[in-house]
Antibody
C-alpha cells in the first residue's frame, strides 16, 4: 500500500525557514517523480514544485522560485521541501504527491498534508 | 501560464442525479487533463487522467471526456460519498495549474 506521510509543518514568523519532509513507503521511491502541492485555507490547490526520479531536474512555481528548494533522499525514501524567506501568503496545507506510472506528470497518490502557518 | 476555468463553482444536487462539471483551458492541452476529488479536511484523491482514463479503483460512475481546451467530468448517479470538491488540472506544461474547483453539495 502506497503511503505518503508529511511532517515538519508549524507556526513561524515571516522571514523564517522550515523544512518539510514526506516519508514514502509501499512503492519504489527512486522510480517516480514527486511533487509538492499546497492549499491555502479555504482556497484551491496550487502546484509548488516537482523533482524528477533521479533528482536531476526540478521545477518551481514562480511564487516560490528562489525561496523554496525541493530535494529527495533515496536512501531514506524521503522527499523534502526547504522553505526560506517565508511570507504570510505561504500559509497553507502542503501535500506531497507521487507521480503515477502513466505518461506525463499525473499524480496518483497524495499524502494527508502538513500545515504551515506564517504569521507575526 | 495555462489558466484552467471550471464551471460551475458550486452546485446542489440530489442523490441519484447525473452531474456534469466543465473545465476549460486557456490554450490547447491535448488530453493532458486530470480530475481530482477532495473531501473536507481530507487529502486530494486522483480520479481520472488523460482526460478520460479512470485511476485504478475509481468506480465507473465517474467519466471524463474532452480534448484540446474543453473537458467534462460526469458522475452518472450521485451518491452520498460523492459530495466533495472536484478540481481539474492540466499537466501539458509547467507550471502545472488547477481549476478553481467545483463544490458538489447536497440539495
Amino acid at each position: 500500500e502506497v503511503q505518503l506521510l508529511e511532517s515538519g509543518g508549524g507556526l513561524l514568523q515571516p522571514g523564517g525557514s522550515l523544512r518539510l519532509s514526506c516519508a514514502a513507503s509501499g512503492f519504489t521511491f527512486s522510480s517516480y517523480a514527486m511533487s509538492w502541492v499546497r492549499q491555502a485555507p479555504g482556497k484551491g490547490l496550487e502546484w509548488v514544485s516537482t523533482i524528477s526520479r533521479s533528482a536531476d531536474t526540478t521545477h518551481y512555481a514562480d511564487s516560490v522560485k528562489g525561496r523554496f528548494t525541493i530535494s529527495r533522499d533515496t536512501s531514506k525514501n524521503t522527499l523534502y521541501l526547504q522553505m526560506n524567506s517565508l511570507r504570510a501568503e505561504d500559509t497553507a496545507v502542503y501535500y506531497c504527491a507521487k507521480k503515477g506510472p502513466q505518461a506525463g506528470l499525473v499524480h496518483d497518490y497524495w499524502g494527508q498534508g502538513t500545515l504551515v502557518t506564517v504569521s507575526s | 501560464d495555462i489558466q484552467m476555468t471550471q464551471s460551475p463553482s458550486s452546485l446542489s444536487a440530489s442523490v441519484g442525479d447525473r452531474v456534469t462539471i466543465t473545465c476549460r483551458a486557456s490554450q490547447g492541452i491535448s488530453n493532458y487533463l486530470a480530475w481530482i476529488q477532495q473531501k473536507p479536511g481530507k487529502a486530494p484523491k486522483s480520479l481520472i487522467y488523460a482526460a478520460s482514463t479512470l485511476q485504478s479503483g475509481v468506480p465507473s460512475k465517474f467519466s471524463g471526456s474532452g480534448s484540446g481546451t474543453d473537458f467534462t467530468l460526469t458522475i452518472s448517479s450521485l451518491q452520498p460519498e460523492d459530495f466533495a470538491t472536484y478540481y481539474c488540472q492540466q499537466y501539458n506544461t509547467y507550471p502545472l495549474t488547477f481549476g478553481g474547483g467545483t463544490k458538489v453539495e447536497i440539495k
